[in-house]
């Protein structure tokens, strides 16, 4: 196909607004995948992200068209993970399109994440076709939802599409639009080879397969490309497109999205944003843009059986094969053992890699608190970037401490609007602004430490606005703020995995706050269990656990040995998720208590 005749598109919605049912619609009347073989969102294969209705991974498929000219277009649909922990993700598979269809829910109207997809989609200079789904359902109000559109986005709707994407309703106006509005790429076959990354998955019998966007030049199978960002040279084994499943082709050129395989071994070896060109003719400059994406968010992963460790090593290190963005290292804990500090892009990314690890691994684990990277200049003024809290420096030791900050865009109806800077100042947040984007909604702008965010600051937004809120953040600097470790000793011994940095002011309430959540968390034992939080060597709250009285087989009744075994396995279930520390056994709940904290 010539260059004139191809169009590079992704969706961008926020969740639940239809964008895995549009893209289903979308290769449906195509006749990309016929209908005996459309199982639903087809785009979201991994098991994990149907079940939670989230794309994590993006995508992309191959249609063919013939339009109202008669001619025949080649349309590729490059799917945006919808989360704001891969924005990095999003913003490469944007800069592989020059348009984009923005799905609005129409009875919902704009949200955060729209916002946010939108802005990075208007930085890649792309074409936006705005679309409002869902016309179907009763409460639609395409208009009032197209006036929110044009105030708060600034974008003119006078081309926006009603449509279905249940129904079917405006599909043939969107393909139609897609030819019509969005520009087709630039003509330059004559350079030297330029492709982008967007995704890649590690393929057990292929090596990794790389999915791109060829910006300028062709490759054909059998070349020997170079990866300009990581230095490493391949010879193309096998290369194609999606259409939606794997079809070898010779060669690709400017314009074209396709996959290429190539034995390479991890996928940290071919990330996500990097350059591929040729070896023989090599392009001067990468694409711009390029970013390796670093871990935000860490906690430490400990086998509830030593055992298991080496378990464990292997199940990361095969997750780490399909995922750029995981980090791990050994971690030793003088109360936990032998286990891994983790390092991860957000919290949905670290909660979707311990699903992982339990379901496909069969991995028993604890779990500590996630914390952020504290970056710590030390007296003789040496810069250390700290994830772990027990591993702050001491005071004496320590110039100054800075901690991540992250502007965070809410939206929200207005009768929320108190109750959510509430959350804001009690998190530590500095209010920005406000606007009113409608009538009725408006958009609160904080910055807050991301230590603040990556507790229950979503949950606590998505409860006290009844669901109605919804949330981006984005990282914008370090700052300097007053914190301190603060240590929780179980039986006269500090525990290690369960240290926090928190800031001074709040020291003291966290303290108290904590030990008294541990008390409810913690079982009984034989022994009296005290309980203290502190500061260096200050004890600032206690609390202890008194001893239980009777042994728990005492309750039965002599002979009654069915009854007998049921409570013992009862026992052991309840023990499944404990950990001993010393001789105290604690439950994984309680080294997530201080995400539980009134
Ligand atoms: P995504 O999170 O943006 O990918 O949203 P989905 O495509 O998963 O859709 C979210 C929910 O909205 C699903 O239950 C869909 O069946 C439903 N949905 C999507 N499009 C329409 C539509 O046009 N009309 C109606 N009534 N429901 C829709
Ligand atoms: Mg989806």
Redesign the pocket.
């Known amino acids: 196909v010539p260059v004139s005749r191809i169009r590079n598109f992704s969706?961008i919605?926020?969740?639940?607004?239809?964008?895995?049912?549009?893209?289903?619609r979308l290769l449906q009347e195509t006749g990309t995948v016929a209908d005996r073989d459309m199982k639903?969102?087809f785009l979201?294969s991994m098991e994990l992200e149907r079940e939670r209705?989230?794309?994590i991974k993006l995508q992309a498929a191959r249609m063919s068209y013939r339009a109202a000219d008669g001619q025949d277009y080649v349309l590729n649909l490059i799917d945006t993970p919808?989360h704001v922990d891969f924005s990095y993700e999003v913003s490469r598979s944007l800069a592989a399109c020059e348009g984009a269809l923005l799905?609005v829910?129409a009875?919902q109207g704009v949200e955060a994440q729209t916002l946010a997809n939108v802005y990075l989609a208007l930085e890649h200079d792309l074409e936006i076709i705005p679309v409002l789904?869902?016309?179907?359902?009763p409460g639609a109000e395409p208009d009032r939802v197209i006036q929110e559109i044009e105030e708060v986005v600034g974008l003119d709707c006078s081309n926006a599409i009603f449509?279905?994407?249940?129904?079917g309703?405006g599909v043939p106006e969107i393909l139609a639009a897609i030819v019509q509005q969005v520009p087709p790429p630039a003509d330059t076959v004559q350079d030297p080879l330029r492709a982008l990354i967007f995704d890649s998955y590690y393929d057990l019998y292929r090596g990794v397969v790389v999915y791109f966007r060829v910006m300028d030049g062709s490759l054909r199978k059998g070349d020997r490309v170079k990866l300009m960002a990581s230095g490493k040279e391949y010879e193309l084994d096998e290369l194609g497109v999606l259409s939606p499943t794997q079809v070898q082709v010779e060669e690709l050129h400017a314009g074209e999205v396709g996959y290429f395989a190539a034995a390479i071994k991890a996928v940290t070896d071919a990330r996500v944003g990097d350059t591929i060109t040729q070896v023989k003719q090599p392009a001067a400059e990468p694409l711009p843009g390029y970013v390796e994406a670093k871990p935000m968010v860490f906690c430490g992963m400990f086998p509830t059986d030593a055992d298991q460790f080496p378990d464990l090593r292997d199940a990361l290190e095969r997750l780490k094969l399909n995922d750029a963005a995981l980090q791990f290292e050994p971690e030793t804990s003088s109360a936990m053992g032998f286990g891994f500090r983790c390092g991860f892009l957000g919290l949905l990314h670290m909660e979707i890699v311990q699903e992982r690890l339990e379901r496909e691994y069969d991995l028993d684990l604890i779990i500590t608190a996630p914390s952020v990277i504290y970056r710590v200049t030390t007296i003789k003024g040496e810069v250390v970037m700290i994830d772990n809290p027990s591993a702050l420096p001491d005071p004496q030791q320590r110039e100054k401490i800075e901690e991540p900050y992250v502007r965070v865009e809410m939206i929200t109806p207005e009768e929320f609007v108190g109750t959510l800077m509430e959350l804001g100042q009690s998190r530590r947040g500095e209010f920005r602004d406000m606007k009113y984007l409608t009538p009725g909604r408006t958009t609160l702008i904080y910055e807050l430490p991301l230590a603040e965010v990556v507790t229950d600051f979503f949950d606590q937004m998505k409860s006290r606005s009844r669901g109605y809120a919804s949330m981006e953040y984005q990282l914008i600097e370090y700052r300097e703020n007053t914190l301190v470790k603060l240590d929780i000793l179980i039986n006269g011994d500090p525990v290690d995995s369960l240290a926090a940095i928190v800031h001074r002011d709040k020291a003291y309430y966290t303290g108290r706050a904590l030990v008294s959540k541990l008390k409810e968390l913690i079982p009984r034992h034989q022994f009296k269990i005290p309980l203290q939080a502190a500061i260096g060597t200050k004890v600032i709250a206690s609390e202890s656990i008194p001893a239980l009285r009777k042994d728990v087989l005492a309750k039965c009744y002599g002979g009654d040995i069915s009854r007998k075994r049921k409570l013992l396995e009862k026992q052991k279930a309840g023990k499944k998720r404990m950990k001993s520390v010393g001789r105290v056994d604690v439950p994984q709940e309680a080294f997530m208590a201080v995400l539980r904290l009134k």
């Open positions: 969706i919605a926020h969740i639940d607004h239809g964008k895995s049912t549009l893209a289903d639903d969102q979201d209705g989230i794309t919808g799905v829910d009875s789904n869902k016309i179907d359902l449509a279905s994407a249940k129904t309703v």
